[in-house]
């Protein structure tokens, strides 16, 4: 049972940058991809939801993008570390939510059949 932690999030001004990390505990070779969720805030409230924004493969670092994040975040990874990054520029409003990484790879919003998720980690951006 792989375990993920998050990191990295915080409270911005819209246009402005953070960078999140998601450290793994195991070999993340073992696993064909990761990928970002975010819940917003009234996903949060309901707590099944998650939209799947980016992922990105474990041996090539191959990525794919939900178009609301298309252009604006990089989904990036580090084998010899066991991390993956999310790098997100240019942030909106209507990016605030919590942010989790996955061993799996989904974008668009759905009810992903997941057990492994982390606590997250928060993102506030304030217009």
């Known amino acids: 049972q792989v375990q993920l932690v998050e990191s990295g999030g915080g409270d911005v001004q819209a246009g402005e940058s953070l960078t999140l990390s998601c450290a793994v505990s195991?070999?993340?070779?073992?696993?064909?991809?990761f990928g970002w969720f975010r819940q917003a805030p009234e996903m949060e409230r309901e707590g099944i939801e998650r939209?799947?924004?980016?992922?990105?493969?474990?041996?090539?670092?191959?990525?794919y993008y939900a178009d609301s994040v298309k252009g604006r975040f990089t989904a990036s990874r580090d084998t010899a570390k066991n991390m993956v990054y999310l790098r997100m520029d240019n942030l909106k409003p209507e990016d605030t939510g919590v942010y989790y990484c996955?061993?799996?790879?989904?974008?668009?919003?759905?009810?992903?059949?997941?057990?492994?998720w982390g606590r997250g980690t928060r993102v506030t951006v304030s217009s």
């Open positions: 939209e799947g924004i980016a992922c990105v493969t474990s041996s090539d670092g191959i990525t």
């Open positions: 195991e070999v993340m070779l073992d696993y064909r991809a």
């Open positions: 996955g061993a799996l790879c989904g974008l668009g919003t759905a009810i992903y059949q997941y057990d492994d």
